[in-house]
């Protein structure tokens, strides 16, 4: 039941920071819920070395098609942590 709790939470972390990618040149569109986002770049952005600098840094991504980047972080991940993967996201767009 914590677990349940503190991934509500951080989903609510998530949100609040990925609106601020929402006006990015680059950012098309951001979905997802709980602990599940994608953010779907310009078809011309280069997404997979976007995902190899995150790696780079220690982050692990996957990406989907129509050039989404999935952020799928662990149920335990705290606040703190979710805010410095953010922050490497900026650095490396």
């Known amino acids: 039941i914590e677990c349940l709790s503190k991934s509500r939470a951080n989903s609510h972390v998530i949100r609040n920071i990925l609106q ?31 995902r190899l600098r995150l790696l780079e840094k220690g982050y692990l991504t996957m990406t989907a098609r ?12 705290s606040a703190f942590e979710i805010e410095k993967f953010f922050d490497k996201l900026r650095e490396s767009i």
């Open 20 to 50: 601020e990618f929402i006006g990015m040149s680059q950012v098309v569109d951001i979905r997802g819920v709980g602990m599940f986002w994608g953010i779907q770049f310009e078809n011309d952005y280069d997404l997979e070395a976007l």
């Open 66 to 77: 129509n050039n989404v980047l999935r952020i799928s972080p662990p149920l335990t991940i």
